[in-house]
């Protein structure tokens, strides 16, 4: 059992699910809304990715060029059209909206593009992979995916703590309604942080879809993943997402190579492990 | 206090008019007693189990809306109780050999019993990431029973044929008794969720529902009353678990545990119907079913109208169906509201 | 000229009603005080003024416009900004920060970061602190300085000597002047009555939700503000 490379296979998988992760992260801190959707909205990039490649024969990263900003929009538009009017009721509207719409995403994709499983084709990236030591070689499409992970996520903290925008939705996730009197328009700042939020679900998609099976029924699980990280991470820091997801990632490896029927268990239980003995999770952000 | 809705004001006013609304009110209870309880003696197979399965549905609705819409715990992981339900019970069968039907209260123990420590450790989450979280539990749970090749593993067991038999020596008695139990099991519920919201314990629960914090400065223990609905209503679908599958006459992980089955559907039922209302179940599953026998030849066209309806009665009409209905006729199906007797004379509990 | 006036205005929470037909202006950079009991109304009328309420689109006039209903980022945009009760700092943010989220309106005038710094010198050595890290003094004078970034033209301040030590709050008040030059008007809401009168030229008593008593600082008798005050 060479658990080394168990290990680093396992953190670099979670490099991915903390890409799914920072989204949610960031719509929940801003505005306390959990979109149960998400995971559903990564998959619709990935299938927006599957229609340009096969339409226009892109390669599929390079699809992210259209990609991102059509997420982006999308988030807005989602946010500004309909998920603000859910705000401010209690936690039963947002929940029960974004269910539906999570339901209706999974069947039209279903409609659109069959329930056939889909799987994106990056060339030699896939398979090529780097020797670090003797006995332990990383792919370099899931080296790809860390250096992506760490850097969006390095300019997302970058973001809401250095510029004006991030001082306004931190702000706002501390006292929504003083951030008006700054002149603020919270229906239009939420509906920025969802774009964001979409926008980067959007390169997890497409980064998803090179390197996963993934059918119309796939995003209840990315979002128990993303969800699963930003807990054991710990809220409100965006690091300890990245490492949270690591867990998952971890996780799921170990139990995997015990057993494939244990892969997805041990990364539940990992979950459930961190919420029974760090129910803040292991790097919560100092509360004030 | 006018009203502008002038023949639904008379009719109404018709009807709290006439002379003892409770002794009509017992008439009503009467009638639909006698309509139920006749039901095997002039319909057919079919009939009865959409009856059997309106039943179960009807029953998970009341409580998924006691739990949501009173409690405030919104849970999409009841499927785990459901399945518990159905896998105690088929584990029972298996092992003892005894008849199923000695399996149906067990079912809703052992939920129960599971019940407290799950909760425990979901009640470290709120809002939100409470419904993800008990989401992931009966993840688990699936998972799980998948490993389990005693019961089957992925594919799951059927029922053995001695225990099928031991239920009811011929197929048509089978169908009637697990018709009168699922009556049984929905007027057991429903009496439960009634009983609790018109006592001491339901106004703790409104109370906390409209707001914790508040309620917890009136002395009201929340995590004792949140604890006790939970497991209360674990208990309740443990036991229609145990039916359902009892029905089915076979167990798998993915139907025991669907989400879209136990919960989904459920939910959308409820938000229709009238979440956080008493009668919102009834009306939400008569018109789930009825959506789903008019449009789910329609197959995913049919899910995303529902998510799309259930979207716009969360945004609309949040009270749904029941709370437009009762807003323009000022009625009052089961009454759990106390009001001032000088301000609402009519509105008095039965 | 009367920069603000309002006409009858009324405002509930809920079913409960908190403000019966207030009448109030003030004239470009005028200084008029708000003084009344707890519960009077004065908070629910800042309140009310700069759109953290609903209210009725004519009951407020604002430069000639009709601001009743306007949702509060429009109403700051427009020149009115208020200091709310209790501060409310952002927690996450620090000073600096703090400040600088006051200008998000960028609307022009004379009030920068620099100036706010020194009108509040203290604050400058403090710039990185967590805005609530800071003394109750210095977290009113940083919710000042917000107000102020956004230059507007009428400043409410509400209840700013709250739960302040008497030196503390003379500190605090000698900010106000500065703000004054600048051509922005001021009102204050206080419950310390003295403070009140010496700081506003005019003021304006409230009890439940009513004015009972209005009129010039310099000539009021201080037994008919005892009496209007109480309610007597």
């Excluded at chain 1, 997805?264 to 492990?273: C, K, P, S, Y």
């Amino acid at each position: 059992m060479d658990w080394i490379n168990v290990l680093v296979q396992g953190a670099l998988a979670g490099a991915l699910y903390a890409l799914f992760a920072a989204g949610l992260s960031l719509v929940f801190g801003v505005m306390r809304l959990v979109n149960l959707a998400h995971g559903d909205l990564i998959v619709l990039a990935a299938y927006l990715a599957f229609t340009l490649v096969s339409g226009l024969g892109l390669h599929p990263l390079l699809t992210m060029i259209a990609v991102v900003p059509l997420m982006a929009l999308l988030g807005y538009a989602l946010q500004r059209g309909l998920l603000n009017r859910t705000l401010g009721q209690g936690i039963l509207p947002p929940l029960l909206v974004t269910f539906g719409l999570s339901i209706i995403l999974q069947n039209g994709m279903m409609e659109v593009f069959s329930a056939n499983t889909r799987r994106l084709q990056v060339g030699t990236l896939e398979v090529s992979s780097l020797q670090i030591l003797p006995g332990l070689s990383v792919g370099w499409y899931p080296l790809l995916v860390l250096a992506v992970a760490v850097v969006l996520i390095g300019l997302l903290q970058a973001l809401l703590y250095r510029t004006r925008l991030g001082a306004a939705l931190r702000a706002t996730s501390d006292d929504i309604e003083t951030v008006r009197l700054m002149g603020i328009d919270s229906r239009h700042l939420f509906a920025v942080a969802t774009g964001l939020a979409l926008a980067i679900a959007g390169i997890a998609g497409v980064l998803m879809a090179a390197k996963t099976n993934f059918d119309p029924m796939a995003g209840p699980s990315r979002l128990i993943y993303a969800y699963e990280a930003v807990i054991i991470g710990g809220m409100g820091s965006l690091w300890g997402t990245l490492a949270g997801g690591m867990v998952v990632g971890i996780a799921q490896a170990v139990g995997g190579a015990f057993d494939p029927g244990w892969q997805l268990l041990a990364g539940h239980l990992a979950f459930l492990l961190v919420l029974v003995a760090a129910p803040r999770g292991l790097f919560p952000r100092a509360v004030n | 206090m006018s009203n502008t809705n002038l023949p639904a004001a008379s009719l109404a006013a018709a009807i709290r008019a006439l002379p003892s609304v409770t002794a009509m009110r017992i008439a009503f209870v009467v009638a639909v007693f006698l309509f139920f309880a006749s039901a095997p003696l002039w319909s057919d197979r079919s009939v009865l189990h959409l009856a059997i399965e309106m039943a179960t549905i009807l029953a998970l609705a009341m409580l998924w809306n006691l739990l949501a819409g009173y409690a405030g715990l919104v849970s999409m992981g009841q499927q785990a109780f459901v399945g518990l339900g159905g896998y105690v019970m088929f584990a029972f069968v298996q092992e003892t050999g005894l008849s199923p039907l000695l399996g149906v209260p067990l079912s809703g123990l052992v939920a129960a019993l599971v019940a407290i420590p799950t909760a425990l450790l979901l009640f470290r989450l709120r809002g939100p990431y409470f419904a993800v979280g008990s989401w992931v539990v009966a993840e688990v749970y699936r998972l799980l029973s998948s490993q389990v090749t005693l019961l089957g593993g992925g594919s799951g067991i059927s029922l053995p044929l001695s225990a099928v038999r031991a239920i009811a020596p011929d197929k048509d008695v089978r169908d009637i008794v697990i018709y009168y139990i699922a009556m049984g099991v929905v007027c057991g519920t429903w009496l439960m969720t009634w009983t609790l919201l018109r006592s001491r314990f339901g106004l703790a629960l409104t109370a906390i529902r409209d707001s914790e914090s508040a309620a917890a400065s009136l002395g009201v223990d929340t995590k004792q009353v949140k604890l006790t609905v939970y497991i209360a209503t674990a208990f309740a679908t443990g036991i229609v678990g145990s039916l359902i599958f009892l029905g089915k006459l076979r167990i798998s992980p993915d139907a025991a545990f669907s989400i879209q089955d136990w919960t989904a559907d459920i939910i959308f039922s409820v938000v229709i119907g009238g979440i956080g209302t008493v009668e919102g179940p009834f009306f939400g599953t008569a018109v789930y079913f009825l959506l789903r026998w008019a449009f789910s030849d329609f197959g995913s066209w049919y899910l995303i109208g529902l998510g799309a309806t259930a979207i716009g009665f969360m945004l609309l009409a949040p009270n749904g169906l029941w709370g437009l209905l009762s807003k323009h006729m000022r009625l009052s199906l089961f009454p759990i509201r106390r009001l001032l007797d000088s301000v609402h004379r009519v509105h008095d509990p039965l | 000229m009367t920069l603000l006036s309002t006409h009858g205005l009324t405002a509930h929470y809920g079913d409960f009603q908190a403000l019966f037909g207030i009448d109030f202006a003030i004239a470009a950079g005028e200084a008029v005080a708000l003084i009344g009991a707890n519960g009077a109304g004065k908070s629910t009328l800042l309140r009310a003024l700069c759109g953290q309420l609903a209210v009725n689109k004519d009951h407020v006039v604002f430069d000639g416009a009709a601001i009743g209903g306007l949702s509060a980022d429009k109403i700051v945009q427009r020149g009115l900004a208020l200091v709310p009760e209790g501060r409310r700092l952002f927690p996450s943010l620090n000073v600096e920060e703090n400040l600088r989220l006051g200008a998000y309106a960028k609307r022009p005038g004379p009030w920068n970061i620099d100036r706010v710094f020194s009108l509040f010198p203290v604050l400058k050595d403090r710039r990185r602190v967590p805005a609530t890290a800071l003394s109750g003094g210095q977290q009113q004078m940083v919710a000042i300085g917000r107000a102020l970034m956004s230059n507007p033209r009428l400043l409410l301040c509400d209840e700013i000597s709250l739960g302040l030590a008497p030196v503390v709050v003379k500190d605090v008040y000698a900010a106000l002047p500065a703000v004054r030059a600048e051509g922005t008007a001021v009102v204050v809401v206080e419950q310390d009555i003295g403070q009140a009168i010496r700081f506003a030229e005019r003021f304006y008593c409230l009890c439940e939700g009513r004015v009972v008593l209005s009129g010039r600082s310099d000539t009021v008798n201080r037994d008919a503000i005892r009496q209007a005050y109480f309610g007597l």
